[in-house]
């Protein structure tokens, strides 16, 4: 066995419970899931967003999403480091957060955020540029972060340009 597959820790509930940081990485335990755990880190999203979209203004929601990007970035950053994994696939925190950035800019309809969960998910699986650039050059919590991020955006990007070429056939 190599040094660095030897520096690798296989993560459990003991090591998700072991820090904050580590319990945030992976989604409140949702990154153990063995199968399609970014996928499953996404679909958290749905029942936060529930959770605090009646209880935010506009201007608290960014401030929360800000808060939550940045504490992502230490939690992912520090979790990687005791994986020996930067960007190891439990840690589902990213996706969680930039999915709630889409909920937010997103119509509230089921519809909308049905196709906008199936665009995020097919951006930051398959990663064209500039979400590939960013997940190997960016490094640590920052660069875990910001892919997802620029996944969602791209979503975004496409909800957008739909409504601006159909009128907005999908009732938002």
Known sequence: MSAVAESV??????FVLSHPAHFLAFGFGIGLIPFAPGSFGTLLAFPLYAFLQPRLDPQSWVLVL?????IGV????RTGRALGVPDHGGMVFDETVAFLVVLFLTPHSLLWQAFAFLLFRLFDILKPPPIRYLDRRVKGGLGVMLDDLVAGLFALLCLAGWKALTGSLMNA
């Open 9 to 14: 820790r296989r993560p459990d509930w003991r």
């Open 66 to 70: 800000v808060a939550l990007f940045w």
């Open 74 to 77: 230490w939690a992912t950053h």
